[in-house]
């Protein structure tokens, strides 16, 4: 079964920079699309961007409108959150899957963002 691996995650001030990465242990082939979420504490969990893996047609969050850009490298099943502008409220664990809930992966252990001065 497919696993998924989240890292790029990090302390950085606001209005810092990270980016994440999402690398598969099998193929996107089969999937439409993949996405990026995030869960914080006390809040609901959250998908902040998706990209359809064929045509490259890209998702936000208001939220993350302009700050936030999503990208993937079908050739290494990767998938790529650049996250640029960080404010406090983006601190979260932010984990990758499909955005299809009928095809979801196993969610993986996420990766840790904190942004605090």
């Known amino acids: 079964q497919v696993q998924l691996v989240e890292t790029g995650g990090g302390l950085v001030q606001p209005g810092g920079s990270l980016r994440l990465s999402c690398a598969a242990s099998?193929?996107?082939?089969?999937?439409?699309?993949m996405g990026w979420f995030r869960q914080a504490p006390g809040k609901q969990h959250e998908m902040v961007a998706s990209?359809?893996?064929?045509?490259?047609?890209?998702y936000y969050r208001d939220s993350v409108k302009g700050r936030f850009t999503i990208s993937r490298d079908n050739a290494k099943n990767t998938v790529y959150l650049q996250m640029n502008s960080l404010k406090p409220e983006d601190t979260a664990v932010y984990y990758c899957?499909?955005?299809?809930?009928?095809?979801?992966?196993?969610w993986g252990q996420g990766t840790q963002v904190t942004v605090s001065s």
């Open positions: 899957n499909t955005i299809d809930l009928t095809r979801r992966y196993p």
């Open positions: 099998g193929s996107f082939s089969s999937i439409f699309a």
């Open positions: 990209i359809a893996l064929r045509d490259g047609t890209e």
